[in-house]
């Protein structure tokens, strides 16, 4: 059983700085891309900012500049450091891992974390 779970959102002014974490827990052998996607209210889960196992970050033309996404020395973590928030950016945020639970069979899954809401508001 592989779980993810998220911490850290919460209500935040313009202009302010948050910081969202994602712990990877479980029956887990690798975790390759680590990444964070967002949903708003009305519109579809969009990527926010992935990163690979190696550390190579993208992100989405939203959010550069003003996100980083990092991994855990023990590759089972990341992080969403957000600064400069606008209101635009509220969305529940969501942690998403591409994990090899087993050895064997040599199969990866696409797992989520259940969501933290992040809200930008004066």
């Known amino acids: 059983q592989v779980q993810l779970v998220e911490s850290g959102g919460g209500l935040v002014q313009p202009g302010g700085s948050l910081t969202l974490s994602c712990a990877a827990s479980?029956?887990?052998?690798?975790?390759?891309?680590m990444a964070w996607y967002r949903q708003a209210p009305g519109k579809k889960r969009e990527l926010v900012a992935s990163?690979?196992?190696?550390?190579?970050?993208n992100y989405a033309d939203s959010v550069k500049g003003r996100f980083t996404i990092s991994r855990g020395n023990t590759k089972n973590m990341v992080f969403l450091q957000m600064n400069t928030l606008k209101p635009e950016d509220t969305a529940v945020y969501y942690c998403n891992a591409d994990i090899r639970p087993t050895q064997a069979p040599p199969y990866e899954f696409d797992y989520w974390g259940q969501g933290t809401q992040v809200t930008v508001s004066s």
């Open positions: 990163i690979s196992r190696g550390g190579v970050p």
């Open positions: 479980g029956s887990i052998f690798s975790i390759y891309t």
